[in-house]
C-alpha cells in the first residue's frame, strides 16, 4: 500500500489517476470511470457523465439500510479532469496493490471504480452502538479519504489501540477490531459521545485518526 502518509508515494502521483490539486481538493483524470462521494465535485473540465450508483445487490442494500453506513456514491464517466472535495477537508491517498483498506464511510471522498466495497460489522457492536459498521475497500487502485484536522498515523503493532469510532478514518483491513467499554459513573471518553465505547485495534496494521469527531450531522428539520 503506498500513501503520502507512509513516504513512499513518489513523484509519480503527479501523472496519476488520482492527484491532489491542494491539501482539501482532488483531482482525477478521466477515463477511467471513479465512484466519488455525492456532491462532491466542485468542477470539471471536458464532458462527463455523472449518475446516482447503486449499492450493488440487495445483499449491499440491506446492509446500508440497516446501518446507515456506506457513503452516497455516484459514478462519473467521460473524459477530463474532475475535482472533487467534501467541506474542506483535508485530503489523503491510499494506493491498494491487490490489498484491502477499512473505511469510515463518512469519511469516503472517491475511490477508482474497479475496486470492490462492502460493508462490514465491528465483532461485539450492535447496531444500536451507531458508527461501527465501516466499508472495506479491495483490489488495485486508489481511494481518497477526507480528514477533519490533520490527522495521526497509529502502528497498532506497537501496542494495543484504541480509537473513538467517529474519530477513526481509516486502518489496515487486516487487524483484528474489536470494541473497548470504558465506562465509569461521571467519565467522559472520547469527544463528547460520552458512550465510554472506541474501537479497539490489534495485530500488523495502521489506523489514522482525525483530530475531531467529524463535521455535526444536522438534525431532522434543520
Request: charged residues 15%; contains cysteine; hydrophobic residues 45%.
Amino acid at each position: 500500500m503506498r500513501s503520502a502518509l507512509f513516504g513512499n508515494l513518489g513523484s509519480e502521483q503527479g501523472h496519476a489517476t488520482f492527484a491532489l490539486q491542494n491539501s482539501k481538493m482532488l483531482r482525477v483524470q478521466l477515463p477511467p470511470e471513479v465512484l466519488a462521494r455525492q456532491g462532491s465535485m466542485v468542477a470539471f473540465q471536458g464532458r462527463m457523465d455523472f449518475a446516482y450508483e447503486g449499492a450493488g445487490g440487495m445483499g449491499k442494500l440491506l446492509k446500508k439500510v440497516m446501518t446507515g453506513e456506506g457513503a452516497p456514491l455516484m459514478r462519473v464517466t467521460g473524459e477530463g479532469l474532475l475535482f472533487l472535495a467534501d467541506n474542506a477537508d483535508d485530503i489523503h491517498l491510499f494506493y491498494l496493490e491487490n490489498e484491502a483498506l477499512t473505511v469510515n464511510g463518512r469519511n469516503l471522498l472517491a475511490l477508482d471504480a474497479g475496486l470492490t466495497w462492502d460493508i462490514n460489522r465491528v465483532q461485539g457492536a450492535g447496531i444500536a452502538a451507531g458508527g461501527l459498521f465501516n466499508m472495506t475497500i479491495g483490489g488495485t487502485g486508489w481511494v481518497a479519504v477526507t480528514a477533519h484536522g490533520a490527522p495521526v498515523m497509529l502502528d497498532a503493532s506497537r501496542a494495543p489501540t484504541f480509537a473513538d469510532g467517529q474519530s477513526a478514518v481509516c486502518w489496515s483491513a487486516g487487524l483484528h477490531v474489536g470494541v473497548n467499554r470504558t465506562f465509569k459513573a461521571g467519565a467522559l471518553i472520547g469527544r463528547g459521545s460520552g458512550e465510554a465505547v472506541q474501537l479497539a485495534f490489534q495485530g500488523q496494521g495502521f489506523v489514522l485518526v482525525q483530530a475531531s469527531e467529524g463535521h455535526p450531522i444536522p438534525r431532522q428539520g434543520q
